[in-house]
């Protein structure tokens, strides 16, 4: 078989979107159309619904789908870890059950890491699984997990073995949601929003077909996950870059977007909507005051440069290289821009940034903002985890000193909310 150029992929894609592309087919079933020519995920191993090409070639293939308006593969938020996690250490028999119809957006899914006692310090999970001949009863809390109200499956951080240290006692699984033992509440943010839930895990059951990788080896197959997580903000830009049209599989599009999205909607807030503030001050007068320009300068300068960083990360990537320490700088830049946003918006608009609804500034967007910029701190991972992540990975630092690394899991001291 000749290697293929970016000549014979534009050929080969223009030809098979001649004859299977249209938009009033339904969406499930293009996009299985896609899955089984491999052009939904070029890049994917050829054996597991992909082409095996390498990101440029992939990316070729892309622009190709997108010049006449082709819907891609599933791929949006924790559809793009949980796929990442699968190919790198699932079962040939799971990604032959799970991947199809996480692609075709069948099938939906969560992320159940974080715990009430155990955010930043994902390794100290007390959620326990104990294994007997079937499989595993799970019960423990999540907490901060979007979507679980209407996900089929959750990816599951969980502790199966106390007597060791508390890296090598965890292990990865896909818990099924839709079973008795599963409750799911919302939580309900300062903002008015309820885009996170509590899941509470009470002798829920996981088949022998549930563990991904090896039994005790769940932190391996986590930082997976995590390495993958940073590039969700880049596919939630990309929804916006398709023209939908007319035709079925447009409106069904719409009704999955709209549902997916959902949770999100105040995302734009909680980065500090940089693209507000220069508009804002010209119009309110404010841009003649020396502070205000001086705290909008400060924004715009470290926004255009957290752009450029993301710019870097993707052209790595692009290249074919893995997740790396620059999520991270990524990550910690976003909050700074959102900081400095909140204080420019504030500056602008004064002590009436602090009113709420139709009689606050912009019918109460600048009032959101505030309240939500903090989150962009928390959410992925704290500013003091990436800090320590870049001071390690990219600075050479010595680690950060810990007296719980090497004793077993029991020993080591927790909250009273530790499940034991």
């Not at 299977?20 to 054996?47: K, V």
């Not at 890296?167 to 008795?180: D, I």
């Not at 602008?348 to 009689?359: K, V």
């Not at 500034?361 to 320590?388: F, K, M, W, Y």
Request: charge should be neutral.
């Amino acid at each position: 078989m000749s290697t293929p150029t970016e000549a014979s992929v534009r050929e080969e894609v223009r030809a098979w979107l001649a004859q299977n592309w249209s938009p009033e087919l339904g969406l499930a079933q293009w996009r299985r159309r896609l899955i089984e020519s491999g052009w939904g995920c070029p890049s994917w191993p050829a054996e597991w619904f992909g082409r095996g090409l390498p990101p440029a070639l992939a990316a070729v293939a892309e622009e190709e789908m997108r010049g006449v308006g082709a819907i891609s593969v599933a791929q949006f938020g924790v559809r793009l870890l949980v796929a990442a996690t699968l190919l790198e250490h699932g079962t040939d028999d799971q990604k032959r059950r799970l991947l199809p119809r996480l692609l075709t957006g069948e099938d939906t899914w969560c992320q159940l890491f974080s715990e009430p006692g155990s955010g930043s310090d994902l390794a100290g999970v007390t959620t326990r699984a104990t294994e007997d001949a079937e499989g595993w009863t799970v019960t423990g809390q999540k907490v901060w997990t979007t979507s679980a109200q209407h996900a089929h499956y959750g990816i599951l951080l969980a502790r199966t073995d106390w007597d060791v240290p508390k890296h090598r006692g965890l292990s990865f699984f896909v818990l099924p949601m839709h079973q008795a033992g599963v409750e799911v509440r919302p939580l309900r943010q300062m903002n008015g929003y309820a885009s996170f839930n509590e899941v509470f895990i009470s002798g829920a059951r996981i088949g022998r077909e549930g563990l991904v990788g090896k039994l005790g080896e769940g932190w391996k197959v986590a930082l997976t996950t995590l390495a993958h997580e940073r590039r969700m903000a880049d596919s939630m830009r990309n929804w916006g870059r398709l023209q939908l049209g007319e035709g079925r599989i447009y409106a069904e599009l719409k009704t999955e977007y709209a549902a997916v999205m959902e949770p999100y909607k105040w995302y734009a807030q909680r980065a500090g909507r940089a693209d507000l503030l220069l508009e804002r001050a010209q119009r309110t007068g404010r841009i003649e005051d020396a502070v205000v320009r001086q705290d909008m300068a400060r924004a715009l300068m470290i926004e255009r440069a957290s752009e450029w960083t993301a710019a870097r990360a993707r052209a790595a990537r692009a290249n074919g290289q893995p997740p790396g320490a620059e999520g991270s700088l990524g990550k910690l830049a976003a909050s700074n821009v959102a900081r400095a946003c909140a204080r420019a918006h504030a500056s602008i608009s004064g002590a009436e940034s602090m009113l709420a609804g139709e009689d606050g500034p912009e019918q109460g967007l600048i009032a959101e903002i505030l309240v939500s910029v903090p989150a962009c701190s928390i959410a992925g991972g704290t500013d003091e985890i990436q800090r320590n992540i870049i001071a390690e990975r990219v600075l050479g630092l010595p680690r950060e000193p810990g007296g719980d690394a090497d004793i077993p899991f029991r020993d080591v001291r927790r909250n009273s909310s530790g499940t034991r």
